[in-house]
């Protein structure tokens, strides 16, 4: 079987070398990383038909796959992710909307101040970027409040969280993978969007959706099974994962790719 290929996502504030440690440690497989733009041109890499895509977002690019579903793949893997953001339409314990709100106001007048706090948050510790495209960052803060793509979110998924994640809580994630997914039969990818479904902005589509139980706790494991979820927890990580456990996020992502390719 062709190897796979991983097509990796950064989050916002973020570029794709936030990637840099974990594509380094995978032991298998060729990789490409999207860039949303956030500090020079997008870009998006051209990838090969007929091969296996394993899709690896992290925070909002998880989201941004989710919503956007730019291309078919047969896994997927959030990190540090969450198929919506705020608080609304059943969805909670989540970020306050008024945050975001606030935080897209002072935004619009300050974006170098807002977005380098926003990574101190994080746990972020290198200085800002240069190039800061403050239109995108600012399209994209947008998304991160309106989007809502729990309709889209399928298995087979993987998701690595961290117990000690600031902008991720624990009691986030539980109950964002616990009642929002619907197990995909074995062998189907997921379909990119269809031109015209949808663009940055516009509401997800909704589908039929039905409940998948998992029993998570940030001091083990979910739902081991490809055909659904699996939620995976580094006891200590915070929302940077890729950064400060590349190793762990890699061995993860190989075993899960195994799984599916096997």
Same mark, same amino acid.
């Given at each position: 079987?062709?190897?796979?290929?991983?097509?990796f996502?950064?989050?916002?504030?973020?570029?794709?070398? /936030?990637?840099?440690g974990?594509?380094?440690?995978?032991?298998?497989?060729e990789?490409?990383a999207v860039?949303?733009?956030?500090?020079?041109?997008?870009?998006?890499p051209?990838?090969?038909?007929?091969?296996?895509?394993?899709a690896?977002g992290?925070?909002?690019?998880a989201?941004?796959?989710?919503h956007?579903?730019?291309?078919a793949?047969?896994g997927l /893997?959030? /990190?540090?992710?969450?198929?919506?953001?705020?608080?609304g339409?059943?969805?909670?314990?989540a %970020?306050?909307?008024?945050?975001l709100?606030?935080?897209?106001?002072?935004?619009?007048t300050?974006?170098?101040?807002v %977005?380098?706090?926003?990574?101190?948050?994080?746990g972020?510790e290198?200085p800002l970027?240069?190039?800061?495209d403050?239109?995108r960052?600012?399209?994209?803060?947008?998304?991160?409040?309106? #989007?809502d793509?729990?309709?889209?979110?399928?298995?087979?998924?993987?998701v690595?969280a961290?117990? @000690?994640d600031p902008i991720?809580p624990?009691?986030? %994630?539980? @109950?964002a993978f616990?009642?929002?997914?619907?197990?995909?039969p074995?062998?189907e990818?997921?379909?990119?969007?269809?031109?015209?479904e949808g663009?940055l902005g516009e509401?997800?589509? @909704?589908a039929s @959706?039905?409940?998948?139980?998992l029993?998570?706790s940030?001091?083990?494991r979910?739902?081991?099974?490809?055909g659904g979820?699996s /939620?995976? #927890?580094h006891?200590?990580?915070g929302?940077?994962?890729?950064? %400060?456990?590349?190793g #762990?996020?890699?061995e993860?992502?190989?075993a899960?790719t195994t799984?599916?390719t096997?």
């Open positions: 079987m062709t190897g796979p290929l991983f097509v996502v950064h989050g916002w504030g973020f570029g794709p070398s /936030v990637w840099d974990v594509r380094n440690a995978l032991p298998d497989g990789s490409v860039d949303l733009g956030f500090y020079g041109p997008p870009s998006l051209a990838l090969s038909a007929g091969r296996p895509v394993v690896v992290h925070s909002f690019g989201l941004w796959l989710l956007e579903r730019p291309f793949w047969e /893997v959030l /990190v540090n992710g969450f198929p919506r953001f705020t608080e339409d059943g969805f909670a314990p %970020t306050p909307r008024r945050l709100d606030r935080m897209i106001a002072r935004f619009d300050a974006p170098e101040a %977005t380098a706090d926003f990574l101190r948050r994080c972020g290198a970027p240069e190039g800061l403050a239109a960052l600012g399209e994209a803060l947008r998304a991160l409040r309106d #989007w793509a729990r309709a889209a979110l399928t298995g087979p998924a993987l690595l961290g117990g @000690q991720v624990p009691a986030m %994630t539980k @109950q616990r009642d929002h997914s619907v197990p995909r074995s062998g990818r997921v379909a990119p969007k269809a031109p015209g663009v509401p997800n589509d @909704q @959706q039905a409940p998948l139980t029993t998570l940030p001091e083990g979910g739902d081991d099974g490809c979820i /939620v995976e #927890w006891p200590d990580g929302h940077l994962l890729p950064l %400060t456990a590349p #762990w996020c890699a993860r992502i190989a899960f799984r599916l096997a």
